[in-house]
């Protein structure tokens, strides 16, 4: 009988609702049933959402599949296979991109990129490397918390994620804010990592570092608020001025621009990338600590003849004790995307 009556009810409150002008609400109805009957939780929703909008260039097949880090889409980049991830870790979600086999590679992109900066880099690491890219906080499709920014914070992201995936001593490449990150890494674990690599600028304050907070964008990006609104619907405009300072600004594609300015035009992402620069004075005292003992891995040092030149050498060999490098001919800062083969050639010369 009560079945009977809650099915009078059902219909009736249906008929209603198709006689009113709120059909929607139906709708909205039988897809949270929908949904909640597959099963999918907002974590899952979440994650489905974060992985759209990869380069569809890059797009070779997707599946979804129930491992530790949740599977997103498969990409194959010169006939490499790699596959998105985001992992918990240090209480932000990160996005990384993974592949190959053997000993693991890790690549810490820079401002105003994300882990697209070693799609060319990549695919000669994976014949005989795990090669390991993630999006660092705040960036691409990793979470974008409030805090966090300084060295220190965002390498123990990094290790965290090197941890959950079962790796322990690695290979560490670093460019840009990538650098600051890769140093921090390297002087708090310095028995995990087997190779440092620091592309193109000096560890701030240390040696040459000592004076980089003197550029101009530097020096506006680290006021708070103002950059933020200034910037606010002309990303584009913006962060192009930066892709064409180099040598070879053909080097950067409209395309790969696109994908750049996708994500730090997403509500949030300019605020992540300025909160970088902001976190500078705080990685300036992090690494005079970490200063007073020289690493002792061998670290490899290069730089853009159209950038810094040798300031990231200058720098390294006030704080490791074998370290070598030099200048990347033809190259500005963008060295992964200006010289991808020369990298490449010094990488896994380096690497052993």
């Given at each position: 009988m009560k079945s009977a009556t809650l099915g009078m009810l059902v219909k009736l409150c249906l008929n209603k609702v198709m006689q009113s002008r709120t059909k929607f609400l139906l709708i909205f109805l039988v897809t949270s049933t929908a949904l909640s009957l597959l099963g999918l939780n907002q974590n899952q929703i979440a994650n489905a959402q974060q992985l759209q909008g990869f380069p569809n260039s890059l797009a070779s097949s997707s599946s979804f599949t129930k491992q530790q880090q949740p599977t997103g889409i498969y990409i194959s980049i010169d006939n490499m296979t790699f596959s998105h991830h985001t992992a918990s870790v240090n209480g932000v979600q990160l996005?990384?991109?993974?592949?190959?086999?053997?000993?693991?590679?890790?690549l810490l992109h820079g401002w105003p990129e994300t882990w697209y900066e070693w799609r060319h880099v990549m695919p000669a690491l994976a014949k005989n490397h795990t090669v390991i890219a993630p999006d660092l906080r705040g960036l691409g499709d990793s979470s974008k918390p409030l805090t966090g920014y300084d060295g220190k914070t965002t390498a123990e992201d990094i290790h965290q994620l090197v941890s959950q995936l079962g790796?322990?001593?690695i290979f560490l490449v670093?460019?840009?804010?990538?650098?600051q990150v890769a140093y921090s890494y390297a002087a708090a674990h310095p028995n995990e990592v087997r190779r440092l690599v620091i592309l193109d600028v000096p560890i701030p304050g240390i040696g040459t570092g000592e004076n980089i907070r003197g550029l101009w964008w530097i020096q506006f990006h680290m006021?708070?608020?103002?950059?933020?609104?200034?910037?606010?619907g002309h990303e584009r405009e913006y962060l192009t001025w930066f892709y064409r300072y180099a040598c070879n600004p053909a080097a950067i594609?409209?395309?790969d621009i696109d994908e750049y300015v996708s994500h730090y035009s997403a509500p949030g992402g300019m605020?992540?990338?300025?909160?970088?620069?902001r976190a500078l004075p705080e990685d300036i005292k992090q690494n005079k600590e970490y200063s007073k003992i020289k690493l002792p891995m061998p670290v490899l040092a290069l730089g853009g003849k159209c950038s810094f030149g040798t300031a990231a050498l200058d720098s390294m060999r006030l704080l490791a004790t074998n370290v070598s490098g030099g200048i990347v001919p033809d190259s500005g800062h963008w060295i992964a995307e200006e010289h991808p083969d020369y990298l490449v050639g010094q990488l896994l010369k380096f690497f052993g």
């Amino acid at each position: 009988m009560k079945s009977a009556t809650l099915g009078m009810l059902v219909k009736l409150c249906l008929n209603k609702v198709m006689q009113s002008r709120t059909k929607f609400l139906l709708i909205f109805l039988v897809t949270s049933t929908a949904l909640s009957l597959l099963g999918l939780n907002q974590n899952q929703i979440a994650n489905a959402q974060q992985l759209q909008g990869f380069p569809n260039s890059l797009a070779s097949s997707s599946s979804f599949t129930k491992q530790q880090q949740p599977t997103g889409i498969y990409i194959s980049i010169d006939n490499m296979t790699f596959s998105h991830h985001t992992a918990s870790v240090n209480g932000v979600q990160l996005h990384y991109v993974i592949g190959g086999h053997g000993d693991p590679v890790v690549l810490l992109h820079g401002w105003p990129e994300t882990w697209y900066e070693w799609r060319h880099v990549m695919p000669a690491l994976a014949k005989n490397h795990t090669v390991i890219a993630p999006d660092l906080r705040g960036l691409g499709d990793s979470s974008k918390p409030l805090t966090g920014y300084d060295g220190k914070t965002t390498a123990e992201d990094i290790h965290q994620l090197v941890s959950q995936l079962g790796f322990r001593d690695i290979f560490l490449v670093g460019h840009d804010f990538g650098v600051q990150v890769a140093y921090s890494y390297a002087a708090a674990h310095p028995n995990e990592v087997r190779r440092l690599v620091i592309l193109d600028v000096p560890i701030p304050g240390i040696g040459t570092g000592e004076n980089i907070r003197g550029l101009w964008w530097i020096q506006f990006h680290m006021v708070r608020d103002l950059p933020e609104m200034l910037v606010a619907g002309h990303e584009r405009e913006y962060l192009t001025w930066f892709y064409r300072y180099a040598c070879n600004p053909a080097a950067i594609t409209k395309e790969d621009i696109d994908e750049y300015v996708s994500h730090y035009s997403a509500p949030g992402g300019m605020r992540a990338g300025f909160e970088y620069y902001r976190a500078l004075p705080e990685d300036i005292k992090q690494n005079k600590e970490y200063s007073k003992i020289k690493l002792p891995m061998p670290v490899l040092a290069l730089g853009g003849k159209c950038s810094f030149g040798t300031a990231a050498l200058d720098s390294m060999r006030l704080l490791a004790t074998n370290v070598s490098g030099g200048i990347v001919p033809d190259s500005g800062h963008w060295i992964a995307e200006e010289h991808p083969d020369y990298l490449v050639g010094q990488l896994l010369k380096f690497f052993g």
